[in-house]
């Protein structure tokens, strides 16, 4: 496969073309050499008690702890987990070299935990689905959505939508213990 070819504006600022294969719509730019090097690091969520919150992402979702940051000063921590291969869980770094590596990733998910929050009964964030919508998801790619959601359903998971429900077949929406809404999709079924 060969690189898209290096342009430059009349700025002199050199850009690269988007794949020919790539999807195509108005407000669709050039890529800028100046971002060569940037990675979408992570995506971040307020979490009320990061003991549950933890629980359910290594434990129903099987991801990794990478990560904390804590911040006693300021009233929070930060907890950055990955979902990471067979491969990449054998090879993990560790000591600082595994937050470098936590930070060079893609995919990351940041729990942020605000002290106190656990202890507030009928304390809970905006799941940005409700009245002023904005934040909607995030998603999980599953190998078998019909066996991802027999899991989900041994482990007490909440939907807001199984697959066979609604218009939209073949994706389904699970609620974290927080109520963010995390969608399930098998790639094959989404062509």
Known sequence: MSKPASTSTSSNE???????SSVNTVG????SAQTSGFTFNHTMLRIKDPAKSLAFYTGVLGM?????????EMG?????LAK????????????????????????????THNYGTENQEGFSY???NQDSQGFGHICFSVPNLEEAVAWFDKNDVEFKKRPE???MKNIAFIKDVDGYWIEIVQADLMA
Do not use: W
């Not at 990478?66 to 006693?72: E, I």
């Open 14 to 20: 050199a850009i690269i073309a988007q794949p020919a």
């Open 28 to 31: 669709i730019q050039p890529i």
């Open 64 to 72: 990794t702890l990478l990560a904390v940051k804590k911040f006693p």
């Open 76 to 80: 929070f921590d930060l907890y950055f």
């Open 84 to 111: 990471l291969t067979e491969s990449e869980r054998e090879s993990l770094p560790t000591g600082d070299d595994l937050a470098i590596f936590a930070f060079r990733q893609r995919g990351i998910l940041e729990l």
């Open 126 to 128: 905006h799941d940005g």
């Open 165 to 167: 429900d609604g218009s």
